[in-house]
């Protein structure tokens, strides 16, 4: 599975950006889909997954409310839609994919798989 991110970028405080994650490959393989991060000096923070099969979503507590993660059919491309930004949510976002099984930690960074390569987010205040 190859995954690649778009729609980083910079914004203010209390701006929007929407991410997409085009993936290709084994893709009917996948089970989830997720949004992570990383920002300098902290450890990586599962953002938002995504159940393949039915959509059920996941959000981490930090962003829930202000960020809807999304697929487009053929379900090959994940968006993350992030609204009422903050300078804590500035990190390198990273799409990940999980294969073949299921698993009761979709937020968890090690249960994934695949990962993009990374668009980086700036919010200034």
């Known amino acids: 599975v190859q995954l690649v991110e778009s729609g980083g970028g910079s914004v203010q405080a209390g701006g929007s950006l929407r991410l997409s994650c085009a993936a290709s490959g084994y893709t009917s393989t996948t089970y989830y889909m997720a949004w992570l991060r990383k920002a300098p000096g902290k450890e990586r923070e599962g953002v938002a997954a995504?159940?393949?099969?039915?959509?059920?979503?996941y959000y981490a507590h930090s962003v829930r409310g202000r960020c809807t993660t999304s697929q487009h059919n053929p379900k090959n491309t994940l968006y993350l839609q992030m609204n009422s930004l903050k300078p804590a949510d500035t990190a390198v976002y990273y799409c990940?994919?999980?294969?073949?099984?299921?698993?009761?930690?979709?937020?968890?960074?090690?249960?994934?798989?695949?990962w993009g390569q990374g668009t980086q987010v700036t919010v200034s205040s």
């Open positions: 995504l159940y393949i099969f039915d959509g059920g979503t």
């Open positions: 990940a994919a999980r294969v073949w099984s299921a698993t009761v930690r979709p937020l968890w960074a090690n249960e994934y798989n695949y």
